[in-house]
């Protein structure tokens, strides 16, 4: 308290002080002296304010001092330097109304920056916008116009790919590599289209040229023959063109038989031709002697071996030069009989060689050229066996498979050589790679396989270049397969100790005392390091293997025996599980069904499988069991959610009733809230209900005490006209006046104002302090706020009413008696 009066005091001096200096007068050298020092201070702030303006200052900086600089340069040199949009919405609040030019500025680069915001997002959504075009262009069956679409979509992208992020660049990337992907196979599947209908043009003219060709031919003039280098010409550029005009493409079947047709004709012409002019004198002098009448039996033979030399085609005109000589080999002598032995043998080479060259056919219309060739090989020695007259119906049909396989081989050595380069350069590749060796080794096996699937090689040169790669790869496979080798004889030796450890196991093991799942693992282990010894020689481990299973069998016998024994006893506890489903009462069926879990756990081994549907069984019946606690917790469950709904309900109803209503209407609530007290309730919403209980209690104690007071002030105002009857003074107040000694009225009065925390008129601030200081001595001031004012105030108005006689109170007194009971009654 003494510190507290100094302290006030000493506030009352300084501010006295304080008053007596700025009422003093100021002379005007002091006030130039506070400018000047005003002036240097503002200087200096400035100049350190464009210092930090000169620098690196962080935005939150720049807006500091855009809101307090020193001059209006300053500030405004900080607001245009802005760039964050929270500093500059700061700044504009702040600058509005205050500095105008700041607040124009920091305006303008919120306008720019929203603006740049709202271009940017333009470009993101366009961004956007194009990424999901070009993933539906990738995805499109719409192909027209596809190359300049997707040409449109890199255009845009060009323009907007500084501002996209990596993943939207990823994202578009990606999509126009699909669609270029796509198309390029449109232009694969176009230019593949044209080609083929190219090939099929240049098919119909190499058809038409060599039809046209034989039709000339056949036209021909007897007297003169055709260039011959004009033929091989033409027979040649038709068969690179035929051959060109068929790869890689499918050809019609009659198409092709005309083309094999037409060109044999073409070929057999040109070989007839060119017959002629090699043997154009013997022919001349052939003809001389058809001229004359003497021709020896000589040159009729020389004829006739000329005449099937040159072996003129039928349906073209025959030279002139080769009609003498065809007359000539027509003249003969008398052939002599065929043996009927003979006969018989033709008819059957005949038959041979039809069904050989049916095959040949099939083989070349396969294109299988191994096939093929042995065939005709086949062919031509039953063809050279038979004689002139059952030989000639072959002869075309030999002549055109000749041609055939001709072009089939030149054909696939044309399509094979390419793929036989690449296996080659694949085997030298191999054999440069440090692979896995049995993955090596499968892979030369695999590129040999290709290499006769292909058919093998006429070319020598290309056979040892792949034979020399094949070799090289190999050299590491075989370090390997011999070091493998070795590890076949070790792993050998490891099944051969596993087999003696077994034995010796098998041959001390006490079968009445031994441990199940020791045994169990001993099994279980050897079968893994016996699977672990691997590889091993089939023909040397034949033996052990055999000695292993039958050790297994050995070892398996008692295990079965004692697993099957085991699985009786857990039967037996389903069995037991089962019986307790719908036993009663429900925790003893709990309880049991826990201990035989526990008995279950001390059960031994048991087959993996035949375990698996025991438990199964077994957790099937537990489940059932507690399912039956689940549901009664389930029932508890949702009684007590209904009886939280109901008290919810009560509760929400409740809660309308305030202080001031009608006690009726608090006594019926709290009896409702009674009558919940018997339901299920939740602990929360128990505690909720007592809660409001309580709330309730003290509304109806505060209802119940301002019907009180009001009862009492009208007694108070009743006694200013005399004494109260005895039947409107309630029964305990004459012991409570009793209780308590007689003050006067004004006392009284004083007194209740004092509980009550009222003010007394000045006129009894005097006696007001000495009763405090009375009560204070009597210990009652003290303890006020703990004793019962409501029981001490009712204690005064007795001792109003009925304890005093005498002259009636004062009106004054009552009024002032009857404010401190309204004071009371509105806390």
């Keep these: 308290m003494a510190a507290f ?10 501010q006295g002080a304080t008053a007596t200096r700025q009422n003093q007068p100021r002379t005007p050298d002091v006030e130039q002296a506070e400018k000047a020092e005003k002036d240097e201070a503002r200087a200096n702030l400035r100049e350190s304010q464009l210092k930090a303006l000169e620098g690196s200052p962080t935005q939150k900086e720049l807006a500091e001092l855009a809101i307090s600089g020193a001059t209006a340069e300053v500030r405004l040199n900080a607001a245009n330097r802005l760039t964050d949009g929270n500093c500059l919405q700061t700044v504009q609040k702040k600058a509005k109304g205050r500095d105008k030019s700041v607040y124009q500025a920091v305006r303008q680069s919120l306008q720019k920056l929203r603006e740049e915001q709202a ?49 939207q660049t ?6 126009s590599y699909r669609c270029k992907e796509r198309l390029q196979a449109i232009q694969s599947a176009r230019e593949e289209e044209a080609r083929h209908l190219e090939q099929t043009h240049q098919r119909d003219e190499t058809l038409s040229l060599l039809s046209k060709t034989l039709e000339d031919l056949r036209s021909q003039s007897p007297d003169t023959l055709p260039s011959l280098a004009s033929l091989d010409a033409l027979q040649k550029t038709q068969e690179n063109r035929w051959l060109e005009a068929t790869r890689d493409t499918q050809v019609d079947k009659q198409q092709q038989k005309t083309y094999d047709a037409t060109m044999l004709a073409l070929r057999n012409y040109i070989s007839a031709v060119r017959q002629i002019g090699q043997a154009r004198e013997t022919l001349a002098e052939l003809a001389d002697a058809a001229a004359g009448e003497g021709a020896s039996d000589e040159q009729r033979t020389q004829a006739k071996a000329v005449s099937q030399e040159i072996n003129w085609p039928n349906g073209f005109p025959m030279p002139s030069l080769l009609v003498p000589v065809h007359k000539l080999a027509g ?16 008819k059957v080479i005949a038959a041979d060689l039809d069904a050989t060259i049916a095959n040949l056919e099939a083989a070349l219309e396969a294109k299988q050229l191994k096939e093929s060739r042995q065939l005709f090989k086949t062919a031509q020695q039953q063809f050279k066996s038979l004689d002139h007259r059952n030989g000639k119906p072959f002869q075309a049909r030999m002549q055109l498979l000749t041609g055939q396989l001709r072009e089939l081989g030149d054909w696939l050595g044309f399509a094979t050589e390419p793929k036989q380069i690449a296996l080659c350069e694949q085997m030298e590749h191999l054999a440069k790679q440090p692979i896995e060796p049995e993955a090596k080794a499968e892979r030369i096996k695999e590129l040999q396989n290709e290499w006769r699937n292909l058919g093998g090689s006429s070319d020598r040169e290309l056979w040892s270049r792949f034979k020399a790669a094949s070799d090289k790869a190999y050299e590491p496979c075989k370090e390997y397969f011999s070091a493998k080798s070795g590890l076949k004889r070790a792993n050998l030796e490891t099944r051969r100790a596993i087999c003696a450890e077994l034995e010796t196991f098998l041959a001390n093991a006490d079968w009445t005392s031994i441990d199940w799942k020791a045994a169990e693992k001993i099994h279980l282990t050897a079968r893994q390091e016996w699977k672990a010894a691997w590889p091993v020689e089939f023909r040397e481990n034949r033996q052990v293997q055999k000695h292993f299973d039958s050790l297994l069998k050995q070892l398996e016998a008692p295990l079965d025996e004692e697993r099957q024994k085991n699985e009786a006893l857990k039967q037996d506890i389903v069995d037991k599980a089962e019986a307790l489903i719908d036993h009663e009462p429900l925790q003893d069926a709990m309880n049991q069904a826990k201990n035989l879990q526990s008995d279950w756990k001390a059960i031994g081994i048991t087959r993996h499988r035949e375990d698996r549907k025991l438990w199964q069984a077994f957790r099937k019946a537990c489940d059932q069991i507690f399912a039956r606690r689940d549901a009664q917790r389930s029932e508890q469950q949702q009684a007590t959610q209904a009886a939280d709904d109901a008290a919810g309900a009560v509760l929400q109803e409740t809660q309308g009733i305030q202080r001031g209503q009608d006690v009726s209407a608090l006594s019926e609530a709290l009896t409702t809230l009674n009558n919940l007290q018997t339901l299920a309730l939740s602990s929360d919403v128990k505690e909720r209900v007592q809660e409001e209980k309580r709330r309730l209690k003290k509304a109806l104690a505060d209802q119940q005490m301002l019907q009180d007071i009001s009862t009492w002030q ?4 009743a006694r200013t006209d005399g004494q109260p009857e005895p039947e409107q003074v309630p029964r305990h107040w004459p012991e409570l006046a009793a209780l308590q ?34 009560r204070l001595a009597e210990g009652m001031g003290s303890s006020e706020q703990n004793t019962n004012q409501i029981v001490e105030l009712e204690k005064l108005v007795a001792n109003w009413c009925l304890k005093l006689s005498g002259q009636a109170p004062d009106q004054a007194l009552a009024e002032r008696l009857n404010n401190a009971l309204a004071a009371v009654a509105s806390d």
């Design 714 to 717: 009208s007694l108070v105002l």
């Design 170 to 175: 990823r994202a578009f990337l990606e999509a």
């Design 331 to 346: 003249q003969r002598k008398q052939a002599a009989p065929a043996k009927v032995e003979d006969l018989e043998k033709q």
């Design 5 to 14: 009066l100094q302290y006030l005091f000493k506030s009352r001096k300084s």
């Design 741 to 774: 000694q007689a003050y006067d009225h004004s006392e009284l009065v004083i007194r209740a104002e004092i509980l009550s925390g009222v003010d007394s008129p000045a006129s009894d601030q005097q006696r007001r302090m000495e009763i405090q200081v009375q």
């Design 119 to 167: 271009r940017l997002e333009a470009i993101s959504d366009a961004i956007t916008t194009l990424i999901n075009t070009a993933s539906e262009q990738a995805r499109s069956e719409d192909t027209k116009l596809y190359e300049a679409r997707l040409e449109t979509l890199n255009q845009k992208w060009v323009e907007l790919e500084a501002h996209a992020t990596e993943e």
